[in-house]
């Protein structure tokens, strides 16, 4: 059974640091990492999808790596803001299962101005 | 916007009452899901509709029933619920259908149930 663990389950840091998050899976055999963005009571929203077969994706701020073989990921934010402040969520989408995602716990972020 | 609706935003309910869950989707996809996400739980799938077909029940109890008219519109039916069911569930769509398995999928904003 796949299992989606994130450290640390908080995180706080002043305004320009840059933040790393982490997210480890314990199946390999998988189609995609997605990292979701999500505000205090809202939905998710994503932020970055990586297949497979790639190794990172980059969009603006965000940087997110895979490493398939270690069973791990990590959400690079640059220069963070208070805005940024937000709990995120990693999933996988198992090979085993179709297009069910299976979640971490979420990292909750907290950037002081 | 995530082009993904839900309503109403907000619930409270009793253990008595029967009450629905409503999602749309004005993104054209054909897979819906529902998901429940609980306080330091990781969010949990409960329900896959592909093509207005069940496809997945996560071995959820039979208080929760879903309903998918058509592949704009997907419900969940609530009756004689526990407290522990007080969460926040989410209705996520994707394009594809559940085979699509490298499209995303696209989440509301969810509703906030408390059941008393």
């Not at chain 1, 189609?31 to 980059?58: A, C, H, M, V």
């Not at chain 1, 690079?76 to 803001?81: D, E, F, L, R, T």
């Amino acid at each position: 059974k796949q299992e989606v663990t994130q450290i640390p389950a908080a995180l706080s840091v002043p305004e320009g640091e840059n933040l790393v998050l982490n997210c480890s899976f314990t199946d390999s055999a998988i189609y995609n990492l997605q990292w979701f963005r999500q505000d205090p009571g809202k939905g998710l929203t994503s932020l970055l999808l990586i297949q497979s077969s790639q190794r990172e994706q980059t969009s603006g701020r965000l940087n997110a790596s895979l490493d398939k073989s270690s069973g791990r990921s990590t959400l690079y934010i640059a220069a963070s803001q208070p805005g940024d402040s937000a709990t995120y969520l990693c999933a996988v989408r198992i090979k085993a299962a179709g297009n069910k995602l299976t979640f971490g716990g979420g990292t909750r972020v907290l950037v002081k101005p | 916007e995530t082009g993904v609706t839900q309503t109403p935003r907000h619930l409270v309910m009793g253990m008595t009452n029967k009450k629905s869950l409503k999602c749309e989707q004005h993104l054209g996809h054909n897979a819906m899901y529902w998901y429940k996400q609980s306080a330091k739980k990781p969010l949990e799938l409960m329900f896959v509709y592909s093509l207005e077909e069940r496809v997945e029940n996560n071995s959820v109890p039979s208080r929760f029933s879903p309903e998918c008219p058509n592949s704009s519109h997907l419900f969940l039916h609530l009756h004689t619920l526990q407290p522990e069911d007080s969460a926040l569930y989410l209705c996520a769509s994707s394009q594809g259908g559940v085979g699509g398995v490298r499209e995303t999928q696209y989440f509301g904003p969810g509703t906030r149930l408390l059941v008393l």
